[in-house]
């Protein structure tokens, strides 16, 4: 399924029903009083975050949402049923604004939440209502209330507890996978990932805690290059940002420079990411000058926390599971 995380719909709610125009009639009252019922409300329209949900890709087919009318009052004061609600499913990070004032409406946090984002409209009352001491027959009711009508546009920002970033091919499928149940495409040509991924990690020694794979940024990301902003967002939500690098492939001459391109891109992009809690993970220890290379990224960095791993064989990964863990 293709990664969707932006999306335009139209929702109206329902109209509610009409009142009733009724009389009591019996056998021993021909000339009984109004007794017309009130009509029904009109169908809300839901928003509710589910956790099963993991894209938008769902409006891209369906983009026009309608609730159904209530029904209208009958006699003998009987009012008419209210219309169902129709509920529209999201995921959870699903951002829902109003398109024409762009007021956001509401932020999807957690699973089952929900948000009424068209009233129904309200039932019409019947005509006893309008019965007085002067007009004891009305003959009238009142029409339902019209539902609403209103274009949301709604912005999916990933929920996870650690972001990992790095550029393409720096093994951030592979590790994701050994340290989750998540199963990323993997293969060696660059932009693999083509959508964020998202596992749960799991230890003995601490509580559990989702981890993202950010799909690879390039030197210019933030101005769209690449796959571009539209996977930056997705970092902002995060807690702690890892940065992946391939150390086996590092410039000897200025091994930083892997780690200053991604941070150039997060502060050109938000200032507020290069902010957040970060290490850096040095991948692919198993390979030649492997050892070399982080020897020489320490020296030129000290002050950087950084860990030693390798994916392919699981050196050093349950500790940085833990470490990682403890950092939330």
Do not use: W
Not at 19 to 44: A, K
Not at 117 to 141: C, L, Q, Y
Not at 201 to 227: F, N, R, S
Not at 305 to 317: C, F, L, P, R, V
């Amino acid at each position: 399924m293709k990664f969707i995380d932006e999306a335009f719909i139209n929702v109206q709610s329902g109209d509610g029903g009409k009142g009733c125009v009724s009389f009591r009639r019996e056998r021993c009252v021909p000339r009984g009083g109004p007794n017309g019922g009130d009509g029904g409300r009109g169908g809300h329209v839901i928003l509710k975050a589910v956790p099963e949900k993991r894209t938008l890709y769902q409006f891209r087919f369906q983009r026009q949402f309608k609730a159904g009318k209530g029904k209208n009052g009958l006699g003998s004061h009987k009012t008419g049923a209210n219309a169902d609600d129709l509920v529209i499913e999201v995921p959870v990070g699903t951002i829902v604004a109003d398109t024409e004032t762009r007021e956001i409406l509401t932020d999807f946090k957690k699973a089952h939440q929900s948000y009424i984002v068209a009233e129904g409209g309200r039932g019409g009352k019947g005509n006893k209502h309008f019965a007085t001491s002067t007009h004891r027959t009305p003959r009238f009711s009142q029409p339902g209330e019209s539902g609403q009508s209103r274009s949301l546009h709604l912005e999916l920002k990933l929920l996870a507890d650690v972001g990992l970033i790095g550029l393409p091919n720096a093994g951030k499928s592979t590790l994701i996978s050994v340290m989750t149940a998540a199963r990323p495409k993997i293969a060696d040509y660059p932009f693999t990932t083509l959508t964020p991924s998202i596992g749960i990690v799991q230890t003995d020694t601490i509580e559990p805690y989702a981890i993202a794979d950010i799909p690879g940024i390039i030197e210019g990301a933030h101005k769209g290059i690449g796959l571009g902003f539209q996977f930056l967002k997705h970092i902002e939500r995060t807690r702690v940002l890892v940065h992946l690098i391939d150390v086996a492939a590092m410039d000897i001459d200025n091994p930083l420079t892997d780690y200053q391109t991604i941070m150039t891109e997060l502060s050109s992009y938000n200032p507020s990411l290069s902010q957040k809690k970060q290490i850096v993970v040095l991948n692919k220890m198993d390979l030649p000058d492997a050892n070399r290379n982080a020897n020489l990224f320490q020296k030129q960095a000290p002050d950087i926390e950084i860990y030693q791993i390798s994916a392919a064989t699981g050196e050093g990964i349950k500790d940085l599971a833990i470490n990682l863990g403890r950092m939330i």
